[in-house]
T-cell receptor, first 120, second 120 residues
Framework: DTAVSQTPKYLVTQMGNDKSIKCEQN?????MYWYKQDSKKFLKIMFS???????INETVPNRFSPKSPDKAHLNLHINSLELGDSAVYFC???????????????????FGPGTRLTVL | AQKITQTQPGMFVQEKEAVTLDCTYD???????LFWYKQPSSGEMIFLIY??????QNATEGRYSLNFQKARKSANLVISASQLGDSAMYFC?????????????????FGSGTQLTVLP
């Protein structure tokens, strides 16, 4: 069974469109993340949700809006897509319980397969 | 200053030999975790190994071991008995600090990666 899943795997769309990427984890984790990997393979955090609450919101255009309907899901909606949004987007999750931090089991983030977004 | 530095953009190793991938980090936080991830050409991010800042022993996971030198702030990955399937991009990453509330989460900060090629 897939631990962290994302749909779609590939997304090709025109500039100006609105699109969503879905993420689900069946690990029972408390925290979920969105990362962006650019064309040079550099990975950077975009958002983090803990128990459906937004915790981290890095400097990301407000065209990007995460939505967490429940602990197991974190979706990414992107409005008015631009050429520069082309990248691979990874969802990840971790157990991240504060009273047990500093352990492999709680700190490790597990990644989904990624969604390759191409904006034409 | 960069928090995670991987100075080897590309490395080559002969099959069955050992290889060391370098990673140095920068943090003033006494509590942190260090990770290595593998990204094969198929694109997924695969967790390999974790080292907590308070761990007394170097982490090992099968053919992977982490050479943790705290005073030097280095966390090099050693792959023993390289296999053709080890050819991939390898990322070093760090998480800093213990969460102080249940509503906090800590993102991973990644290095720029090392592309490892295993030669037959």
């Amino acid at each position: 069974d897939t631990a962290v899943s994302q749909t779609p795997k590939y997304l090709v769309t025109q500039m100006g469109n609105d699109k969503s990427i879905k993420c689900e984890q069946n690990l029972g984790h408390d925290t979920m993340y969105w990362y962006k990997q650019d064309s040079k393979k550099f990975l950077k955090i975009m958002f983090s949700y803990n128990n459906k609450e937004l915790i981290i919101n890095e400097t990301v255009p407000n065209r990007f809006s995460p939505k967490s309907p429940d602990k197991a899901h974190l979706n990414l909606h992107i409005n008015s897509l631009e050429l520069g949004d082309s990248a691979v987007y990874f969802c990840a999750s971790s157990q991240d319980r504060p009273w047990t931090s500093g352990r492999r089991e709680t700190d490790t983030q597990y990644f989904g397969p990624g969604t390759r977004l191409t904006v034409l | 200053a960069q928090k995670i530095t991987q100075t080897q953009p590309g490395m080559f190793v002969q099959e069955k030999e050992a290889v060391t991938l370098d990673c140095t980090y920068d943090t003033s936080d006494p509590s942190y975790g260090l990770f290595w991830y593998k990204q094969p050409s198929s694109g997924e991010m695969i967790f390999l190994i974790y080292q907590g800042s308070y761990d007394q022993q170097n982490a090992t996971e099968g053919r992977y071991s982490l050479n943790f030198q705290k005073a030097r702030k280095s966390a090099n990955l050693v792959i023993s008995a390289s296999q053709l399937g080890d050819s991939a991009m390898y990322f070093c990453a760090m998480r800093e600090g213990f969460p102080v509330t249940s509503g906090s989460a800590r993102q991973l900060t990644f290095g720029s990666g090392t592309q490892l090629t295993v030669l037959p």
